[in-house]
């Protein structure tokens, strides 16, 4: 699916367009329309922990999202080896409105509990 950006990524500005991929279960490629040398891992947050955080109006408005509105939530993943050495970017999430492909990244308060570099295996049942 492709998606168009309603506000800049975060040191990315120049991105108007990704194309969504699903990887498997847990894990999407995000690519840039524009450049295809610009592409990102995904993960879906809600496999390794409780995740939550208030979607503002202004995020509604951009991505033209209402109440019942199909929204996908996605943070970047820094994939490493072994895997359970990745890092989650949860501070700063992706929300995908896919009934209208429009997608807008989201830069969470520092006050709240999530981190920026997260390794995976902190969320590892051991």
Same mark, same amino acid.
């Given at each position: 699916?492709?998606?168009? #950006?309603? +506000?800049?990524?975060?040191? !990315?500005?120049?991105?108007? *367009? ?12 995000? *690519? +840039?329309?524009?450049?295809?040398? #610009?592409? !990102?891992?995904?993960?879906? $947050? ?8 208030? =979607?503002?109006? /202004? =995020?509604?408005? +951009?991505? %033209?999202?209402?109440? &019942? /509105? @199909? ?7 820094? #994939? *490493?080896?072994?895997?359970? &050495? /990745?890092? =989650? @970017? !949860?501070? %700063?999430?992706?929300? !995908? @409105?896919? &009934? @209208?492909?429009?997608?807008? *990244?989201? #830069?969470? $308060? ?5 981190? =920026?570099?997260?390794?995976? /295996? +902190?969320?590892?049942?051991?």
């Amino acid at each position: 699916m492709i998606f168009d #950006i309603s +506000a800049p990524i975060l040191g !990315f500005e120049s991105i108007k *367009q990704v194309k969504l991929e699903k990887i498997d279960d847990i894990f999407m490629k995000m *690519q +840039a329309v524009e450049d295809e040398h #610009i592409s !990102f891992t995904l993960i879906d $947050p809600f496999v390794l922990r409780e995740y939550d955080f208030e =979607v503002t109006k /202004s =995020v509604e408005d +951009a991505i %033209g999202a209402a109440k &019942d /509105s @199909n929204l996908l939530v996605l943070n970047i993943v820094l #994939i *490493q080896t072994p895997i359970e &050495d /990745s890092i =989650v @970017n !949860f501070i %700063g999430p992706l929300v !995908f @409105n896919t &009934d @209208n492909k429009k997608a807008i *990244q989201i #830069i969470l $308060p520092e006050s709240t509990k999530y981190g =920026v570099a997260e390794k995976i /295996s +902190a969320f590892l049942k051991k």
